[in-house]
């Protein structure tokens, strides 16, 4: 089960070393931690935007849920399209979203348009997957599995205390504080990628971009998140949650009847069919509508609940349920990674996902427990942070087709987006409603699967 370290198809210039190379891997962690910054800052301010604009929390749970909504579209689409237009501007206009949406969330008067500046934000996802695709394209293979862990660590958290900053923020000033912070990382940022990330080559495709086929599939999966998140709340058989049902379907099958027509497809019909490439997904997705929703969603809200939760405040919620997990995981992630180039992707692989499965079935059994769910937390930062979030996207470059560098990252990360999206909007209901041991159990059904669709997945041979 090894795999090269880096996409050997690559047509791969003299790679950069010594003091470029490290100024480059800074510039592309700056770069995620502003997008990232998003994501694991926001989830301790959720009850405070409730309370400022005047929301209900099942409402205000589509600040994350959005947000990795956007990103799973986004995410495709822009990591994609830097296979035609570079990866430098690609990442610039990633960058420009994250800094539009930020400065709308920043004003907002209102929930909707806290949403759309979310929405934006969400869109940038591809920061992690075109970083990833500069690194495997530009530093020396042998060094590509570590720095690859270092920057998969940030997508568990920045160091682990984001989440926690984001809580003592939302505390002492208020939800749009957070924004204020955020935009200045972006800023940083775009300085940075216009100063230090290599000039754009040739394009790694030839032809144009397939806009056609990224809104089929766009549009399924906005469908498919509604039609579970519908489902769960409405019934199955409402007819809302039938009608994004039938939307699922009809843009699924316009996508694969436009994606047979197009010489440069987004994504080539035969490499959904392979065993390389579909398994990745579906574990990337499968993880993190589990663990991610559990981390990141359900013990969020529970630790803040003051009738059967822990009652603690947003700063000390953070502190002990979002710090530890991901400050493990980005010392667990960079040795994942350099573990997986010696002794195997898929095998790091399936080790990560039977470890995370073990520390949440102890989270469902003791749920009201606050120092177990810690304990099992620090777990999960290994297992998850570390092992299961640094091979899965080294396996979404590695295993990537070779006339499309980009397009498993890409899917990858739109996999990662739709996730964490689809594992809040199934459990939401049950959270809102004070279920919280139910909704833990259903992640832990979740990550079982996950875990069984690693089982089918194949190294790349070529």
Known sequence: MQLSPAPAALDRPAPIRGGR??????????????????????????????????????????????????????????????????????????????????????????????????????????????????LAETLPAAVFPTVLGILTAINGGVGGVDGWIGGLLADAYGFRSLFVVI????????????????????????????????????????????????????????????????????????FVAIEKRRRTPLVAVQHLRSRQV????????????SVFA??????????????????????????????????????????????????????????GLVLSIGALIVVALFPFSPWTVFAMFAVLGVAYNGVVLTTTNGLGVLQSPSEAPAILPSMNGTAFGFGASLGIAIVAPFVMSGDFVLALWISVGISVLALVASLFLMPKTD
């Open 21 to 134: 190379s490290v100024l480059l891997v800074a510039t592309l962690i700056l770069t995620v931690v502003a997008f990232q910054l998003n994501s694991s800052m926001i989830s301790p301010a959720l009850p405070d935007i409730a309370k400022q604009l005047g929301a209900p929390m099942d409402a205000v749970s589509q600040v994350s849920s959005l947000f990795f909504l956007a990103g799973a579209v986004g995410g495709i689409v822009l990591a994609r399209w830097s296979d035609f237009i570079g990866r430098k501007r690609a990442l610039l206009i990633v960058l420009a979203l994250i800094g539009l949406g930020t400065v709308l969330c920043l004003i907002s008067p209102n929930l909707p348009v806290l949403l759309l500046g979310r929405v934006l934000q969400g869109a940038s996802s591809a920061a992690f997957q075109i970083s990833y695709v500069i």
């Open 183 to 254: 935009l200045a990382v972006a800023v940083i940022a775009i300085v940075s990628v216009a100063l230090a990330v290599p000039r754009d080559g040739a394009p790694s495709s030839t032809g144009r971009m397939d806009w056609w086929g990224a809104a089929a599939l766009s549009i399924g999966l906005i469908c498919l998140t509604y039609f579970v998140s519908t489902g769960s709340g409405q019934g199955w058989f409402a007819p809302l949650t039938l009608l994004f049902l039938a939307g699922t379907i009809v843009a699924l099958v316009a």
């Open 278 to 289: 579909w398994p990745v997904i579906a574990v990337t997705v499968l993880t993190l509508s």
């Open 294 to 351: 559990v981390i990141n969603f359900t013990i969020v809200i529970l630790s803040q609940n003051q009738a059967v939760g822990y009652g603690l405040n947003a700063s000390t919620s953070a502190l002990l349920y979002l710090t530890p997990p991901a400050l493990i995981g980005l010392a667990a992630a960079p040795l994942s990674g350099w573990l997986a180039g010696r002794f195997g992707w898929i095998r790091m692989l399936r080790l």
